[in-house]
């Protein structure tokens, strides 16, 4: 394969991927704009409602580190199939829940496909494109999780209200097919890696487990994710219930976030290649998203709107930097889908915590007020970790 060909070929692969992949966030944030409906139905509480998000994390945050083992001993083609495979038979069991037991198991089904995605998709791009293009292809499917929640914010409210609830989970399940054809057609591997894998030794295993770096990149993005997704499960219930805006309209909304956040992540991978330096983009909009949080009770219905344009955009600069610097940590490409895992670890924490954390907090601490006062603390201590990691 020539170059001009190997470089139109990885940018077929790249769209692929993000079709694909965008499969397993849509269907984790189809909870949120639903949120206080399936409240309803199911009789559940505020703390345990925010479980339907953090137990989506659970199989995610078990299967972290062994979805590098997973992706290392099936391929990176068959590990993908199965992702996306899980997400659409997590999606049709919730569909065709009739306890809340039932839909809580689905969302742990559904969460294997978040967990081997994550991980997958970084180490195809690694594979398939230079280092001086890498970051900027890590910024482009980034935004496979904003592409995936700005869908579900938009379609599900009226497709609950019209068709009921099920049918929202049925479209997550037929998106998810779609992706799954996708990359069955497309992702394959090429004819240098048709050879048989090489195994981990002990000492490959050693050089990731014992990475300071790699372990503070998770820890910093452990924070990071705890703060968002907090805020991304219960924004469009805070609307509606502490400023009175209908929940059509609050999911409407929190939805206006996602296109800044979108157009953020290919901005921020360009602009660490250019910059050559994945720390700047890492740390600069952490700083601004840590002094937001005291600032969100003191808004008014009509200040919601550019807020979430300019919040979505910031917080969306953060994780090309993060997905790149990981694989370039371990400074070996065959050893990428385990620093992915690490990382990955601790975004799946995050996710597990933050709804659970937030929960507890409007419940059992004060309110929605000091829930959100409590997110700034959360950031700092990110903000103080990456200003210690050493990456380039």
């Known amino acids: 394969m020539n170059a001009s060909s190997a470089k139109k070929s990885a940018w077929i692969v790249l769209l692929v991927l993000l079709a694909a992949s965008v499969a397993a966030p849509l269907n984790q944030f189809k909870v949120p704009p639903i949120l206080p409906l399936l409240m309803e139905i199911f009789h559940l509480p505020l703390g345990q409602a925010g479980g339907l998000m953090s137990v989506f994390t659970l199989t995610g945050l078990i299967l972290a580190l062994p979805s590098g083992f997973i992706l290392q001993r099936l391929g990176y083609r068959t590990t993908g199939l199965v992702a996306v495979g899980s997400v659409i038979l997590g999606s049709a069991l919730g569909a065709l829940s ?14 294997v496909g978040v967990s081997l995605m994550a991980v997958t998709a970084p180490v195809i791009i690694a594979l398939w494109f230079a280092v001086e293009r890498r970051a900027t292809a890590m910024g482009i499917w980034a935004t496979w999780y904003p592409l995936g929640v700005i869908i579900m914010l938009l379609i599900a409210p009226g497709m609950a209200e019209r068709w009921q609830w ?47 770096t790699l372990w503070l990149l998770c820890a910093f993005f452990f924070l990071f994710n705890l703060a968002m997704i907090a805020f991304a499960t219960w924004v469009p219930t805070y609307l509606n219930q502490a400023l009175h805006i209908p929940l059509a309209r609050a999911s409407l909304l929190y939805a206006a976030a996602y296109p800044p956040c979108i157009a953020a992540g290919p901005l921020s991978g360009w602009l660490s290649d250019r910059l050559k330096s994945r720390k700047a983009v890492c740390l600069y909009p952490v700083v601004l998203v840590t002094l937001v949080w005291p600032l969100i009770p003191l808004l008014k219905p009509g200040d919601i709107l550019p807020f979430m344009l ?71 201590l990110a903000v103080v970790i990456m200003a210690r990691i050493r990456i380039r």
Do not use: Y
């Not at 009739?98 to 969460?111: C, D, K, M, P, Y």
């Not at 479209?171 to 097919?177: H, I, M, N, V, Y």
């Not at 070996?332 to 889908?337: A, C, F, K, N, Y």
């Open 166 to 212: 099920p049918s929202v989970w049925w479209f997550g399940c037929a998106f998810g097919a779609i992706g799954f054809i996708l990359f069955f057609v497309f992702i394959r591997p090429r004819a240098e890696e048709r050879t048989p894998r090489v195994r981990f030794s002990g000492a490959d295993l050693r050089q990731v487990l014992q990475n300071r």
């Open 310 to 380: 300019a919040f979505g955009f910031v917080s969306g600069l953060t994780a090309p930097g993060v997905f790149a610097a990981a694989v370039e940590t371990v400074r070996d490409e065959r050893l990428g889908g385990l620093a992915m895992a690490v990382v990955m670890f601790g975004q799946n924490a995050g996710m597990l915590v933050g709804p659970l954390f937030f929960g507890f907090m409007v419940e059992k601490g004060g309110g929605w007020t000091h829930a959100l006062w409590s997110l700034m603390p959360v950031c700092a």
């Open 98 to 111: 009739g306890t809340a037991g039932l839909l809580f198991f689905s969302r742990v089904v559904e969460g």
